[in-house]
Structures are given as C-alpha cells and as structure tokens.
C-alpha cells in the first residue's frame, strides 16, 4: 500500500452566488454554517490518516469566505495531524473581489505561499454571462496585494470558447493577464456541465452554442503566444513562469499518485481506494458531530486500473508518461502493458512513442479526451 507524501485538498463549499457554468459542489446562502463547518473539517482532520504531507490546497466554492480565525484554526490541525514538509506548497483559491491586502497578509502569515485567482475574463460582458461577481479592476487590485503581501507564485485562472466569443476577444484578454506578470496562467475551454444555467440557456436557445473550432484555434494561438512570452508549457492547461512555479498540487493528480480530500463533497485517492465525501455541507456537520463517517462511494482500483488512470493523467503533462517512472512504479513498462495503443496513437499522429517517453502530439492535445480513453 502506498501511504506518502499525500497532497491534502481542503474543500470549502461556501459561495456568495453560484456561476452560471459551476457544476462544483457549492452552495451560495449558507455562510451561517463557516464556523460548524470549520470545526468539523478540524474532526475529519483528527480522524484521517496521519501520513506525511507534501501540498495544502484549499479550493472550492470560495475558500475566502472562511474568516481569518477559522482559517488559522484549520491550518493549525492540519499541521498538528499531518507531518508537513518545511517547503510544502499551500494554495489558497480566491475570487477578485474577495480578498485585499489584510485578508492576503494574514494568508501569507499563516503559511499560504500559492494564490491561485478566478480571473476567467478582462470583458464585463463575459463575467456577467459566466455569473461572476468580480470586475476586471478587481483582479488587478488583487494581484497587487498580493504582491505587496509579498506572495512569488500568483496563478489566474481564465476561460475561453465562451459562447459566441471570438478569437480577438480572448486575446485581449490573455494580454491583459499578461500585463499582470502572473508566475501561472490556468487555460480552461468552456464545458457546459449538465443542468447548470448557462448549459440551460444554450438549451433553449437564449445564447448560441460554444464552437468547438474557434476554441481550438483559440488554443492552438495561445500556446504559441505564451511561448514566445517565455512561459513554459508543462501540462495540458497549464503555463508557468519557471519549474519553480508549477503547480506542485496538481502534479501530484497528473502523475496519479495519493491524495487525501477532506470536507463536503471532497474525493480521496489512497491505499488502493478511492472515495468521496458526503455532499451537502449539513450532512457533513451533522455526521461528524454525531461520530459518524463522512465517507461514500466507495471504490477498490485494481493494479490494471491504476496503470490505465496513470497514462490517462499522465498524458496531460506535456512531458508525457515516462517509461522508466512507469516501470519503477509498476515493474513492467509501457510497452507490456499498452503496446497496441501506442502503436495505433502513434500511427494516428495523436502522440508520440520512441520507447522512453509516451506524449501526446500538438494535434493529440486538442483530441486528448479520445486519447485518453483508449488506456481505461
């Protein structure tokens, strides 16, 4: 059984008001449960597994509703329970808007040396139809305390292929992030999640339909673009300044190793099982408080079905899928084990196999999610 380091993923589910694209766990109108919800992440905490710990990151929701105290009462247990590297990364998400410069300098204090921004768009328009509270002038406000608090690695967040967006658009956009000097940038095409209100608007008609097309041209610009402002490529969506600044939380997902998830809704990977949490935010109150489990769905991965997932994760990373990691962590090598996918990949030109090193093509990279369900 593998036991460690594991990368903790704190959800916090409190919003003010839910985006018109967010299929996340969330819930806007229920700030009155932070501090119960705080003390009974502190009892999920005390009763998880105390294994070492490489990555702290609080998403969710909006991790900034939690005041100050509860947030340093969190983290407190957390490093009580949890033996945490010296250089363990600590991402807190944030919505503009809702963090300054007090907020981000009692963050920084209390250890938080990662931000991570939901910018999504420069265009007011655009942030209105996505159901974003932030204006454009609030981002930058943001990034500039967060500057002053003295924060080195600043990701923001931006979407493209929005309905009826175009290319220039989003170029004006990804400029004006630029302009920020961000040390990361996340890149995410728009996905109309089932049931949510935009995917419901495009449903009927109010609002037209993302294009596929426009949104792989939008890619396919902004990839080049970065890299001639000196960014480095290092995984499907992501940018990042220098080695340094990638995202040492999520590399832990990309190269499928443990994580631990704690709070409503959140998912674990650990010892052969993966699992998730309760989702609603009562519930999960209401069980811990009664020493109840939190835990549901749960589900054995075979050995076959870890290997599946670690080539579907790790193709995401531009680098691709190392043969020799691959056999260390497994004891037989890519070739055994997908011989037949590669070779029909690489004869399709969707990646690229020299025996080493499996990764995708440029082209495969626009068609990743047909690549990757060749290895589950």
Known sequence: MRTGPVALYIHIPFCRSRCTYCAFNTYAGLEPLIPTYGEALCAEIRAAPSVPACTIYFGGGTPPTLPP??????????????????????????????????????????????????????????????????????????????????????????????????????QETL?????????????????????TPLQERVARGEVPPPDDDTAAEMYEWAEAWLAQAGYVHYELSNWARSERHFCRHNLTYWYNEPYLGLGAGASSWWGGRRWTNVRHPEEYIRRLAAGQSVTEEIEEIPLRLEMGETMMMGLRLVAGVSDARFRARFGTGLAEVFGAELSRLAGQGLMEWDGQTARLTPRGRLLGNWVFREFI
């Open 175 to 195: 400029e004006a992030a630029r302009s920020l000097d961000p040390d990361h940038l996340s890149l995410y095409a728009l996905t109309l999640e089932e049931g």
């Open 69 to 170: 105290d509860i947030l340093a009462r969190i983290l407190q247990c957390l490093r009580e329970h949890f033996p945490l590297s010296p250089d363990a990364e600590i991402t807190l998400e944030a919505n503009p808007g809702m963090v300054d410069y007090a907020y981000l300098q009692v963050a920084r204090g209390l250890g938080v040396n990662r931000l991570s921004l939901g910018v999504q768009s420069v265009h007011q328009d655009e942030l209105r139809l996505l159901g974003r509270r932030h204006t454009w002038e609030e981002a930058v406000v943001a990034v500039e305390a967060a500057r002053a608090v003295g924060l080195d690695n600043v990701n923001l967040d931006l979407i493209y292929g929005l309905p009826g967006q175009t290319l220039s658009r989003w």
